[in-house]
């Protein structure tokens, strides 16, 4: 790769979270940017809680051009938007910002990250039947993919049964037919409708921890289920779906493609895909 060539026009942009060492963002995002031969860095910052309002004034005062949102800034950050799109509405969180000359645009890209990563896995998951595990965040992103590609039935499973039943109510507005589409079970009830289920999605942090006890009895996996897990390594539950011989994921072609729409958004260049997962799968 060459070297990053920064002068007075090199545009900057960036992600915020807290912590955000861990993020993988400025690798490939700066990888595209000098794929395409950009003038542009991508940098983390990382912003404190109670610092997002002045690291949003700093953006506009900087002229930063855009900025990613990560944890736990991407629900906070929708009050100090001029406009957020339909996808930052329903899911209630944003993790790309757009800089117009210090208008503020917000999108969502985690929902279109998710959809483009299960076609590389099974293009003809529309007519698949899901189990999306969680209900926070991520869960809304996952829901909102699954609904706007044309999927006709979801079992919500999550430890709070309340915050799924809410999902349910935030989308009527997306899908009049979504109380239909969408069954809410709680977590301890996920055995019992592995058999009707094609596609299961684990969207909680469980599985991040070694430790973590397991979403469901994992045994009860059948090899026809197809399986991702969108945090971003190999969990127990898909070391399980590895063992059954069921086709999976993990959360890395749904960051890719966050990223890459992220990318898109901003600069209205297609992003350089392989330049990116190249970076991601070191
Ligand atoms: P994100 O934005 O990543 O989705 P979040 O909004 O904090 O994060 O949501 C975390 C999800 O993981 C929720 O579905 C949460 O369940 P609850 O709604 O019942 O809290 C789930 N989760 C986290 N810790 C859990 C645990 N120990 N057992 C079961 N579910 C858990």
Known sequence: MSNVLVDGETEVYGIIGYPVRHSKSPQFQTAAFQAL??????L????????LQKAINGIKALSIKGINVTVPHKEEVIKYL????????YIGACNTIKNIDGYLQGFNTDAYGFIEGLKELTPDFADKEFLVIG????SRAVVYGLIKSGVQKIILANRTVKKAEEIVSDFKKLNRFIEEIIEVIPLNQIENHLKEVDIIVNTTSI?????DPPLFDYSKI???????????????????????????????P????????????WTGQRAPIEVMREILSK
């Open 222 to 252: 059948e090899k026809r289920h197809i399986i991702v897990d969108i945090i971003y390594k190999k969990t127990k539950l898909l070391q399980a779906a590895e063992e059954k011989g069921c086709l999976y994921q993990d959360g890395l």
């Open 207 to 211: 599985g991040l921890k070694d430790e």
């Open 37 to 42: 031969g950009i003038n542009a860095v991508y």
């Open 135 to 138: 209900a926070g965040g991520a």
């Open 254 to 265: 749904m960051l890719l493609y966050q990223g890459a729409k992220a990318f898109e958004i």
């Open 44 to 51: 983390p910052f990382q912003v404190r809680p109670e610092d």
């Open 82 to 89: 001029d406009e957020i799109s339909e996808e930052v509405e």
